[in-house]
């Protein structure tokens, strides 16, 4: 069942390859295909399309499908294109004509923009939370092991003292700008589309307003042609907000490989996080930070091949939009499932005390040595040389301890101020 059926048969390969793969990716919007049914009926009956009587019966029927869909108990068969047509027939299986007039009004194309908006809206809620909870791992970390030192690297070689503490909330504080991406990403998602049509309205009078108020969104998407322009470009914001949530963690998963190698040994993880060899016995492989690093690499790219799809497309509705729900939604939930890994993995990482013992550390404190020269009157430029010659004919005495007041600096890890920041972002 399709729709647009006319009842002028279509090749069925023709028909295979325009379908795809939508039965099975139109489940995760078959909720919201459902929900944005329920207020559409209900403007419907307001403006007098509809009796009161279908009105309800609409409603009620919907409101099992949700039940079933959340059940597990809705499929879409190989005999309906898509999730439009098959909760169109369940509703006129059940109600005859009143479950045929539940189009009025509307086209699969605004159709599917309030699915997915209301679906991303549901995605950016679910991403919050997740990362929030990340975060509040991660200062949870920095402050237990803030007096911990490790090596800081410029370039992979040492450079400067650096913490766990700063290590761990160097990574929280940056998911505060994760979590204003995906802010900037429901921003757009929250507006509603519905009542555009096919991208140039309707000559019902239908009542926009109040399915905007009645799906929850902040506010409508008025232009009508705005609407359908704003495919592609919500699932590119949202592409964005989520490459930036995967640019975090796939960073911070490559610190934990490499802190984790014997060649560094800064940090442990148990065994019950770790995998093995098929044939060297001693290994203990971060398999999951290398396919969380993966994973979130993979998911980078997602804005650019939206990009690719929609970057010379003119405005009205295109086909090509079809192909947007393939890279996004598996991404989607790619992202959940490594953000539910890292909070389940991070809480187990064991930090090692006195890395800096090692002999080849001295020369992290390099830097304030000199700065202490700098205080005791000695110019910048004097110290800084003095300071290399003591290096090049091996007389250098490292200080071994750090002075640094500055707020974000190693003994000033300002983690309240952090905390606060994020209340204020999320």
């Given at each position: 069942m399709k729709l647009w059926e006319k009842g002028i048969p279509t090749d069925k390969q023709i028909e295979q390859f325009t379908v795809g793969?939508?039965?099975e990716l139109d489940l995760v919007l078959a909720k919201y295909d459902a929900l944005g049914s329920i207020a559409h009926a209900k403007m419907l009956g307001q403006i007098g399309l509809l009796t009161d009587s279908e009105t309800v019966s609409l409603v009620q029927a919907l409101e099992v499908i949700i039940k079933d869909i959340e059940n597990g108990n809705f499929e879409i068969e190989d005999s309906f294109e898509d999730v439009h047509?098959?909760?169109?027939?369940?509703?006129t299986i059940k109600l005859g004509d009143a479950g045929k007039k539940i189009h009025t009004a509307r086209s699969r194309n605004d159709q599917v923009l309030v699915d997915v908006n209301l679906y991303l809206k549901d995605v950016v809620t679910e991403f919050k939370s997740q990362v929030k909870t990340l975060f509040d791992l991660l200062m949870e970390s920095a402050e237990k092991h803030q007096n911990v030192l490790l090596p800081g690297y410029t370039?992979?070689?040492?450079?400067?003292p650096s913490s766990f503490g700063m290590w761990f909330s160097a990574y929280a504080e940056t998911l505060i700008d994760d979590i204003t991406m995906l802010n900037a990403a429901l921003k757009i998602v929250d507006q509603n589309p519905l009542g555009s049509a096919a991208g140039y309205g309707s000559s019902f009078p239908i009542n926009r307003t109040f399915t905007t108020k009645e799906l929850g969104f902040e506010t409508l998407k008025f232009n009508s042609v705005a609407a359908q322009m704003s495919r592609g470009k919500s699932e590119k914001t949202l592409?964005?907000?989520?490459?930036?949530?995967a640019a975090t963690?796939?960073?911070f998963s490559m610190d934990v490989c490499l802190y984790m190698s014997q060649n560094f040994d800064f940090i442990s993880m148990p065994s019950h996080l770790t995998t093995g060899s098929s044939i060297m016995p001693h290994k203990k492989n971060p398999d999951v930070f290398e396919l969380i690093r993966g994973k979130c690499n993979k998911i980078q790219a997602l804005p650019y091949e939206i990009t690719l799809i929609t970057n010379n497309l003119p405005s009205g509705y295109h086909r090509d939009f079809q192909l947007l729900k393939e890279g996004l939604f598996p991404a989607i939930q790619n992202l959940k499932a490594c953000l539910d890994i890292a909070i389940f993995a991070i809480k187990d990482i064991k930090v090692k005390d006195n890395i800096l013992a090692d002999k080849k550390y001295d020369y992290l404190f390099t830097v304030d040595a000199l700065n202490e020269m700098v205080v005791a009157g000695i110019p910048f430029r004097d110290a800084y040389k003095a300071v290399a010659e003591q290096l090049e004919n091996g007389t250098f005495v490292s200080p071994k301890e750090t002075k640094h007041t500055h707020e974000g600096s190693i003994n000033n890890l300002c983690l309240e101020e952090i905390k606060d920041k994020m209340n204020i972002a999320f």
């Amino acid at each position: 069942m399709k729709l647009w059926e006319k009842g002028i048969p279509t090749d069925k390969q023709i028909e295979q390859f325009t379908v795809g793969n939508d039965r099975e990716l139109d489940l995760v919007l078959a909720k919201y295909d459902a929900l944005g049914s329920i207020a559409h009926a209900k403007m419907l009956g307001q403006i007098g399309l509809l009796t009161d009587s279908e009105t309800v019966s609409l409603v009620q029927a919907l409101e099992v499908i949700i039940k079933d869909i959340e059940n597990g108990n809705f499929e879409i068969e190989d005999s309906f294109e898509d999730v439009h047509s098959k909760i169109e027939y369940l509703l006129t299986i059940k109600l005859g004509d009143a479950g045929k007039k539940i189009h009025t009004a509307r086209s699969r194309n605004d159709q599917v923009l309030v699915d997915v908006n209301l679906y991303l809206k549901d995605v950016v809620t679910e991403f919050k939370s997740q990362v929030k909870t990340l975060f509040d791992l991660l200062m949870e970390s920095a402050e237990k092991h803030q007096n911990v030192l490790l090596p800081g690297y410029t370039h992979l070689q040492i450079a400067m003292p650096s913490s766990f503490g700063m290590w761990f909330s160097a990574y929280a504080e940056t998911l505060i700008d994760d979590i204003t991406m995906l802010n900037a990403a429901l921003k757009i998602v929250d507006q509603n589309p519905l009542g555009s049509a096919a991208g140039y309205g309707s000559s019902f009078p239908i009542n926009r307003t109040f399915t905007t108020k009645e799906l929850g969104f902040e506010t409508l998407k008025f232009n009508s042609v705005a609407a359908q322009m704003s495919r592609g470009k919500s699932e590119k914001t949202l592409a964005f907000a989520i490459s930036s949530v995967a640019a975090t963690l796939a960073k911070f998963s490559m610190d934990v490989c490499l802190y984790m190698s014997q060649n560094f040994d800064f940090i442990s993880m148990p065994s019950h996080l770790t995998t093995g060899s098929s044939i060297m016995p001693h290994k203990k492989n971060p398999d999951v930070f290398e396919l969380i690093r993966g994973k979130c690499n993979k998911i980078q790219a997602l804005p650019y091949e939206i990009t690719l799809i929609t970057n010379n497309l003119p405005s009205g509705y295109h086909r090509d939009f079809q192909l947007l729900k393939e890279g996004l939604f598996p991404a989607i939930q790619n992202l959940k499932a490594c953000l539910d890994i890292a909070i389940f993995a991070i809480k187990d990482i064991k930090v090692k005390d006195n890395i800096l013992a090692d002999k080849k550390y001295d020369y992290l404190f390099t830097v304030d040595a000199l700065n202490e020269m700098v205080v005791a009157g000695i110019p910048f430029r004097d110290a800084y040389k003095a300071v290399a010659e003591q290096l090049e004919n091996g007389t250098f005495v490292s200080p071994k301890e750090t002075k640094h007041t500055h707020e974000g600096s190693i003994n000033n890890l300002c983690l309240e101020e952090i905390k606060d920041k994020m209340n204020i972002a999320f």
